[in-house]
């Protein structure tokens, strides 16, 4: 059923396999960029960009023939150079998968020693490098070699293959097990493309904090809070939120001047007013940070300035228990 085809396209010489690699690690990276939500779509390309994409890339360099009438690559370098190696389609997927397995966590490796850090913006880039330099390798590879031994998917050949590997056996057993086999590849594939894609690229978090002035320097630090009131206002200091939630967010800062019964672990608020909300957008990745200042309401006793986070809208009574973050410095106000 599939001579006519073969015979049809075999002359093609077209790697629409590898230049479909090439597309792919283009829309992943529009993914990135963009902040795709998530979908099906997003879920299927992520599965074969991560578990798939990359082996087999270096595959297509190391074996760019479609059978054993021409010399592959990794031929030319076994200790057998007078037989020639081809792989069927089934190996090649196989290959591909334990291949990906191999060159993703390395790719890993080298993201960690070199100082980039191992977020997922800087593994999705290299891995996507990674595939296109193998991509463009193995599109050149093919083209070494004269049209009708190159591999690609423009042909039917590879599906009469694994047809026959499949279902031209003489024993049934030889068929449940190559069937078997087909079967389990597929879940492996599925399974563990769907793990790596569904779960979260390390650790999701906001940091929120306030510095105080470094009187002489440019920069703000972690340290020299204002202590006093001066002029009725308690300030400057800067407020600081850095996004590492794998997305765009919308915060709101809600900002209390707190009355409390001590200082120390268990402390109680006995009176809270508002002074202050306000919003702050950060993409992923991004710090943003605000000069605050604030008139204080209350005085006497203990007292401090708090700053309550909230992803999205707050409550109607913001306070420490219901924020996402907090951060606060305490006020010497006299009695």
Do not use: C
């Not at 050949?157 to 597929?186: I, M």
């Not at 793990?195 to 105080?212: I, M, R, V």
């Not at 600081?240 to 915060?251: A, F, I, M, P």
């Amino acid at each position: 059923m599939f001579g006519d085809s073969t015979a049809r396209y075999r002359g093609q010489g077209l790697s629409l396999d590898l230049l479909l690699a090439l597309v792919m690690t283009a829309v992943v990276w529009g993914f990135i960029l963009f902040g795709a939500e998530s979908n099906p779509l997003q879920l299927l390309i992520g599965v074969l960009y991560v578990v798939f994409l990359p082996g087999y890339a270096f595959v297509a360099v190391l074996f760019p023939s479609r059978s054993s009438e021409s010399t592959n690559s990794l031929s030319r370098i076994a200790l057998n150079r007078e037989r020639p190696k081809a792989i069927t389609i089934t190996e090649r997927v196989v290959l591909s998968v334990g291949m990906s397995v191999v060159l993703v966590p390395f790719v890993g490796v080298v993201a960690h020693f070199s100082g980039w850090g191992v977020a997922a913006e800087t593994i999705v880039a290299l891995v996507g490098v990674l595939t296109a330099v193998l991509s463009l390798a193995g599109i050149a590879a093919r083209l070494r070699l004269p049209r009708d031994q190159r591999f690609g998917l423009v042909s039917a050949d590879p599906l009469r293959r694994v047809h026959a590997w499949v279902f031209d056996r003489n024993d049934t057993r030889e068929v449940a097990l190559s069937a078997f086999v087909v079967a389990g590849l597929l879940i492996a594939v599925v399974g563990i493309g769907a793990a790596a894609a569904l779960t979260p690229n390390g650790e999701q978090y906001t940091e929120f904090y306030l510095l105080g002035e470094d009187e002489g320097a440019d920069d703000s630090i972690a340290d020299n809070y204002p202590s006093e009131i001066v002029g009725g206002e308690f300030g400057p200091m800067q407020l600081g939120v850095t996004n590492q939630e794998g997305g765009e967010r919308t915060y709101t800062v809600v900002e209390q001047v707190q009355r409390t019964d001590g200082t120390g672990a268990g402390t109680a608020v006995v009176a809270s007013r508002d002074t202050d909300q306000f919003e702050v957008t950060a993409a992923h990745g991004e710090t943003v940070e605000r000069a605050v200042s604030v008139e204080p309401t209350l005085r006497g006793g203990n007292v401090r300035v708090v700053y309550l986070l909230y992803v999205g809208e707050p409550p109607e009574d913001p306070d420490v228990d219901s924020a996402y973050r907090t951060t606060h410095v305490w006020i010497e106000t006299g009695e």
